[in-house]
């Protein structure tokens, strides 16, 4: 969703998770392994700092980005952010097809996996409402919409 709102907006774009990984010379599954999460998080909150002075950008975060080290805040006080919430049915589909490049969710079963989506879901609600522009997603929203409800704001 964020490249292809960037390119309809005409800016760039940063997944921050490749951002990390290309700043690190590793990647995020081997930075857990030789750090584990709290390396990893601080990684990110590097990065974070790194790009908040960039300029006509779309940053994609990890779920968890924004639930560490004040990471929200940095975000809010250098731009806008958009919390696309989807069902957990949505989460599920989607991090299934990419859980073994995902060092929190590698080896879980659909069960387990949905129930690691509500626990986190339930745990970072109160990071994840401080976002400038929160989108309730029932249907997997297409870019036309995330534009549409951006033009309202």
Not at 79 to 93: D, R, S
Not at 109 to 123: A, G
Not at 129 to 146: H, P
């Given at each position: ?5 960037a390119?309809?907006l ?53 779920g ?37 490049e995902?060092?929190?969710i ?21 990071f ?26």
């Open positions: 969703m964020g490249r292809k709102l390119q309809r005409n800016l760039c774009f940063i997944d921050l998770d490749k951002y990390i990984e290309e700043r690190n010379f590793r990647t995020i599954p081997t930075i857990f392994a030789e750090e584990g999460e709290e390396g990893f998080r601080l990684c990110e909150k590097k990065a974070l700092e790194e790009i908040a002075d960039f300029e006509n950008l779309v940053v994609a975060t990890g968890g980005a924004p639930c560490f080290f004040e990471n929200m805040e940095l975000m809010n006080r250098t731009g806008a952010t958009i919390y696309i919430a989807p069902p957990t049915e949505i989460l599920v589909e989607r991090l299934l097809k990419s859980k073994n995902r060092p929190l590698k080896g879980k079963s659909r069960e387990e996996l949905t129930r690691f989506i509500d626990e986190n879901l339930q745990k970072r609600a109160p994840y409402e401080k976002a400038s522009l929160i989108i309730r997603d029932k249907r997997n929203l297409e870019v036309d919409d995330v534009l549409r409800l951006l033009e309202k704001q």
